[in-house]
């Protein structure tokens, strides 16, 4: 099983210009999740999407959205990319309580 | 609103000894525990879940145990080894889909 795949591994963008990062999980799971992780701070939750249909924002949902495009399928867009937005983000869906992660996507933005 | 904190921030122990590393969280009325470790550069993977009902739980080396009266979870690592390197966090919820991460514990075994 793949589990939690994202895309891209890696991006630069400039100020102000606008990228979604992809995620896709293949478990079955119903909830699934964006975070962003930054040295010192740990793993801050963004969005979360409990199940299809839904979503709901997280602890720094400010310049970000997303889109649950189905069971499967949890993007992440920034509209207006800033410098504070780079980071390493990380995908995460749960089963059975469990949070599985994907590898991450690193972020710089110039 | 939950807060973990683990400390300490880092780690160093020579290769056989056991230890702990420790988890606090502020909210008492918690879902369930689980710990993670992460490698440089990788993504996190799933050690250890504990449910608010149980006490500890257990795979191979490691040790978990979850004491909800003092807020406190440790992850115990028997006979360390270098492979063992990482940084290791835990995460908590309480039942509403947010998980809240400690900033984590890097762990270096010297060989």
């Known amino acids: 099983n793949a589990g939690v795949t994202q895309t891209p591994k890696f991006q630069v963008l400039k100020t102000g210009q606008s990228m979604t990062l992809q995620c896709a999980q293949d478990m079955n799971h119903n909830s699934m999740y964006w975070y962003r992780q930054d040295p010192g701070m740990g793993l801050r939750l963004i969005y979360y999407?409990?199940?299809?249909?839904?979503?709901d924002k997280g602890e720094v949902p400010n310049g970000y959205n997303v889109s649950r495009l189905n069971k499967r399928e949890f993007s992440l867009r920034l509209e207006s990319a800033a410098p504070s937005q780079t980071s390493v983000y990380f995908c995460?869906?749960?089963?059975?309580?469990?949070?599985?992660f994907g590898a991450g996507s690193r972020l710089t933005v110039l | 609103k939950q807060e973990v904190t683990q400390i300490p921030a880092a780690l160093s122990v020579p290769e056989g000894e056991n230890l702990v590393l420790n988890c606090s969280f502020t909210?008492?009325?918690?879902?369930?525990l689980q710990w993670f470790r992460q490698d440089p550069g990788k993504g996190l993977t799933s050690l250890l879940l504990i449910q608010s009902s149980q006490r500890e739980q257990t795979s191979g080396r490691l040790n978990a145990s979850l004491d909800k009266s003092s807020g406190r979870s440790t992850l115990y690592i028997a006979a360390s080894q270098p492979g063992d390197s990482a940084t290791y966090l835990c995460a908590a919820t309480s039942g509403t889909y947010k998980y809240i991460f400690g900033t984590g514990t890097r762990l270096k075994v010297l060989a």
């Open positions: 999407s409990a199940s299809e249909g839904t979503t």
């Open positions: 995460a869906s749960t089963g059975a309580n469990v949070l599985t």
């Open positions: 909210d008492s009325a918690i879902y369930n």
